[in-house]
């Protein structure tokens, strides 16, 4: 089962590019790195999701090196809506394992 | 239209009732979940559905129990609540046939249980 740590809180300015960064030591072959926002008083909503290298969308940017035991979400130029708590999961694809583990996340607060 | 609604969205009850939370998606997903925040906002799976078939049965009290009358619903009932069941429960839907988050996870509001 793959644990994931990131850090509990982080801040950040308005305009600043923030990375959160994520390790998972014992990822396996079949794992994606998945991560999730959480707005105060709301549901999580999904950010972005990658297997290795470099994964962009029009929120985020996942980069993830070669031995990918660690990642790194990246948000260019936050703003105080950014202002959450980000959750790196690893989730296990094929076969009939895998759990889904969110944990305490990583809550970035945004400043003007 | 809401994708994932929850019902009710607080709930304040005393010890040894019992309670249900409703959850409905109009995603036509075939994988519905719950989850368990607590004060420390710790997220945590509780079950996972596909199917109507139980997929994920973490570890948590008897006192819970999912039921799925059909694929778009799931709801969770809790008998004997006690003050450590206070938290906020998300219902969850996916699309993926695994019960296990491999595709997008789309979220309901969350219900507030208190439990006094």
């Known amino acids: 089962l793959a644990k994931t740590t990131q850090p509990i809180s982080m801040d950040s300015y308005e305009g600043q590019e923030v990375n959160i960064t994520c390790s998972h030591n014992?990822?396996?072959?079949?794992?994606?790195i998945t991560w999730y926002q959480q707005f105060p008083s709301q549901g999580p909503r999904f950010i972005i999701q990658?297997?290795?290298t470099k994964v962009t969308n029009e929120v985020a940017s996942l980069f993830i090196p070669a031995d990918r035991k660690s990642s790194t979400l990246s948000l260019p130029r936050v703003s105080l809506s950014d202002t959450a708590v980000y959750y790196c999961l690893v989730i296990k694809y094929g076969g009939s394992q895998g759990n889904l583990i969110f944990g305490k996340g990583t809550k970035l607060s945004v400043k003007p | 239209d809401t994708a994932v609604s929850q019902t009710p969205k607080y709930l304040v009850t005393q010890m040894g009732n019992d309670k249900s939370i409703k959850c409905e998606q109009n995603l036509g997903h075939d994988t519905m979940y719950w989850y368990k925040q607590d004060s420390k906002k710790f997220l945590k799976i509780m079950f996972s559905?596909?199917?109507?078939?139980?997929?994920i049965n973490e570890t948590v009290p008897n006192r819970f129990s999912p039921k799925s009358p059909d694929k778009a619903h799931l709801n969770l009932h809790i008998n004997s609540l006690e003050l450590g069941d206070s938290a906020v429960y998300f219902c969850?839907?996916?699309?993926?046939?695994?019960?296990?988050?491999?595709?997008?996870?789309?979220f309901g509001p969350g219900t507030r249980l208190t439990v006094l």
């Open positions: 969850a839907s996916s699309q993926d046939g695994s019960g296990r988050g491999r595709t997008t996870q789309y």
């Open positions: 014992n990822i396996a072959t079949n794992d994606y």
């Open positions: 990658g297997y290795k």
């Open positions: 559905y596909n199917n109507k078939e139980l997929i």
